[in-house]
């Protein structure tokens, strides 16, 4: 209940942002913000509550733990201390990415946080360096349940409850913590990446300096 109860915080705060943003677009003569750039801060920190801090929490969090241990006749996960770290992640990530909208000038990146609007020339400040922190933090939650939910609904389940008696729940729930957990490490290092970039020089997706913004893309 507790992945719940903060997935449904995150859907009011970006439900919340998504007003702000639809009460700006209502009328070209109604300028609820008084600098241009705070819509695209706003428009940033909504998507990207709603999608770490909003569905993934609830979907993933809330009901795999809810359903994947009645599945396969257990009290609780398979480990219930990496269930816990896995769900205190999760305020401070979303702590972290809030933070960075009222951090300098801001996160007006877009949710994706490509190049060049996320490098140190297109974003100044350590707006962007929040949310990436933030989103390193969402990222090990993730990889923490992911993991869980695999070894619940495999290795630790109890005697007769075979792949074919698991349901089709786990075993959705337990195909997207395996992509989870191979997919968000590349969003980790694209992120990482880019945080180098800006605080140290380096040039992986600065072309001036023989880097690709198409990496960042792909990635």
Not at 142 to 156: D, K, R
Request: with cysteine; net charge neutral; aromatic share 14%.
């Amino acid at each position: 209940y507790m992945y719940i109860f903060s997935g449904v915080w995150g859907f009011i705060m970006g439900m919340a942002f998504s007003q702000l943003v639809r009460m700006e677009l209502q009328s070209p003569f109604q300028n609820i913000f008084f600098k241009s750039g705070i819509y695209n801060n706003v428009v940033t920190v909504h998507a990207m509550t709603i999608i770490f801090f909003g569905v993934m929490p609830t979907l993933m969090g809330g009901i795999g733990n809810w359903f994947i241990p009645m599945y396969v006749s257990l009290m609780d996960m398979a480990h219930p201390r990496l269930n816990g770290y896995s769900f205190w992640l999760m305020p401070g990530s979303l702590g972290t990415a809030v933070h960075a909208l009222y951090t300098d000038n801001g996160l007006g990146t877009g949710w994706t946080i490509y190049p060049t609007l996320s490098s140190d020339i297109g974003s100044p400040g350590r707006g962007v360096d929040y949310a990436i922190m933030g989103l390193h933090l969402a990222g090990l939650s993730s990889i923490m349940g992911s993991v869980n939910y695999m070894m619940t609904a495999g290795p630790s389940r109890k005697d007769g409850h075979t792949s074919s008696k698991l349901g089709m729940l786990p075993v959705c729930l337990c195909a997207t913590g395996f992509l989870l957990a191979f997919s968000v490490p590349v969003l980790g290092g694209s992120i990482t990446m880019l945080l180098m970039d800006r605080n140290w020089s380096t040039s992986f997706f600065r072309p001036v300096a023989g880097g690709s913004l198409l990496s960042f893309q792909h990635m």
